[in-house]
């Protein structure tokens, strides 16, 4: 794992936008895995200011969500659908039609979740997924107990995650729908690169149990430290309960040039 901590979102932002560029530079036609709730929209706006400066592109670029709620209207605002296509596609150039995601009001859900799973096998994989943490632990919604070997799945969300989210439904629990569609802990493990962003201090017990706790089920964020490949993003209040976030940090000072990051 190499753990980033900067001062800001916005600084954060800009290393994730870099993976990404860096990314598209050598793979116009890169496939991305995309998160949503707040974490990752510093990211996607940074990119946003980019194509709109005419430093990058993402015209030839994929992207597949990483989850839905189930039974919620197509036209929704908070469907994750509608929320990608608002704070990601309309803010960039990549192409909508190349944007995918789980239809969560399919008639035979677990018939649409290995649908969803082939379909990512199919576009050759993730090369780069941005993913957020609950502050269960969760990556995606694979809530505490979910098998680290799972792949694209219907599942039931914690009462904790949907208090989390009621701040989107009017901050009216009953709102939040129970269930969702995701990709699983193993779908998440066979992407290529994995970049983690989290910020506040609410973060911090779920970062450092990612982090430094035991690979267990009970935080699924744990299981990237099996991860070949993943970048853990980190403003102060997020890190503040990391044991060895001196040594992290010179970690990052003494990385090997040429290294993937490059910062
Ligand atoms: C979102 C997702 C979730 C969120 C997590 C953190 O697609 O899969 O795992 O990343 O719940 O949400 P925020 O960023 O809103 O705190």
Redo the contacts with the bound molecule.
């Keep these: 794992m190499e753990i980033i901590v900067k001062q800001t979102e916005h600084e954060l932002a800009e290393v994730a936008a870099d993976a990404i560029q860096d990314l598209v530079e050598r793979k116009p036609d890169a496939v991305l895995g ?8 510093p990211i996607y706006r940074e990119l946003g200011a980019r194509v709109k400066a005419g430093t990058m592109s993402l015209a030839r670029a994929k992207a597949y ?3 839905e709620y189930v039974g919620l209207p197509a036209d929704h605002p908070q469907g ?1 659908r509608n929320f990608v296509e608002r704070e990601f596609v309309a803010i960039t150039d990549i192409e909508s039609r190349n944007v995918h995601g789980e239809n969560g009001q399919a008639q035979d859900l677990i018939a649409e979740c290995a649908r969803y799973e082939q379909e990512i096998v199919d576009a050759g994989g993730i090369d780069l997924q941005i ?5 269960d632990g ?5 809530e505490p107990g979910t098998s680290l070997g799972s792949l694209t799945h219907p599942a039931v969300l914690t009462e904790q ?1 949907r208090r ?2 009621a701040r ?1 439904f009017d901050g009216d629990i009953t709102q939040v729908p129970t269930h969702a569609l ?1 990709q699983g802990v193993g779908t998440i493990l066979r992407s290529r690169t994995a970049v983690l ?2 910020t ?1 201090a609410n ?1 911090a017990d779920a970062v450092a149990a990612m982090v430094e706790g035991p690979v267990t089920s009970l935080c699924t964020g744990s299981a990237l430290q099996l991860h070949p490949n993943v970048k853990i993003l980190l403003d102060e209040p997020a890190a503040s309960k990391l044991k060895n976030l001196d040594f992290y940090r010179e970690i990052f000072d003494r990385r090997p040039e040429g290294t993937w990051l490059g910062l």
């Design positions: 995309v998160a949503t709730g707040s974490s990752p929209l969500q990483l989850d994750y993913l957020g943490i609950g502050v969760h990556i995606a919604f694979n995650t989390d989210n989107f995701t962003i989290a506040g973060k």
